[in-house]
């Protein structure tokens, strides 16, 4: 019982995103639609910083064919994004690939930083040409460490 | 065209986890099946060692309570693991994780490393006591540590 009252105290605060993603048969295009994020406050943004979502579908053979960033966005309890970006790629190759998705921000030395991110498995992509919207959960990066460190 | 290529190539060995996940109201139960890996020759474990599966069901207040690990396993082409973990946890608190599974070796320094893995969103997990099963690609940790130096 101690147990789930923590758990449920420590994830309130998880952040989302929602992503939209589409492919389209005849032109073997594969879009991805960025459109909001929520509870922004989990990302633990430092004041007054911007962050920026940035999109990588990997495995690739040059990592920056297939990476996308975002315009700046300033932390809100719900920040609108709506950018949509896409990709030309065959359906069987496009199965094969994940989605990485990371809240990121520029730190003040200059480097990328990244707060939490999601990582979608496009295994099960379709072609129905309908778009397809989600939200995701972000795990915040510290998390991440912490695990590599057990 | 030329890139399409690559990438058809590149992705040629992506492998893939089968996992299973049951929710169970009346006990608060969450069920987690890791069923099977194909195409494991793409981990690039080195000859004669032994990987196992890792699940992490984050974020959580001490990580330790959430970690779990199968048996060691020999690569193969497809590996049949069919192990089950389970935790208790109101449905409100699951759909706020993230389950972070990944395979590991032990390097020959005893320390744990991550060859691949896979994340998944709990956020849309049912109440509908049926188990849903699905095939995960499974993203290498190089491209990881690529996507962090650019």
Redesign the interface.
Known sequence: IL??S???R???G?S?VQLGFRYESRD?RFTMYIMQLTNCSALCLPADHKMYVRL?V????Q???C?FRTRGLLSQDVVVINEVFGM???H??L????L?VDICNTSKSGH?E?LA????????VSCSEDRCT???????RH??S???S?
Chains 1, 2 share one sequence.
């Open positions: 147990l789930n923590y758990e449920d420590s994830s309130s998880c989302q073997q990588a990997l495995p690739s053979v990592v920056t064919c990476l030309q790629m065959s069987s190759a199965r094969q690939k994940t990485r990328e990244c991110g999601a990582q979608i498995s496009l295994a099960d989600k939200w995701y959960n972000l795990l915040n998390y991440m912490e695990l590599s057990k």
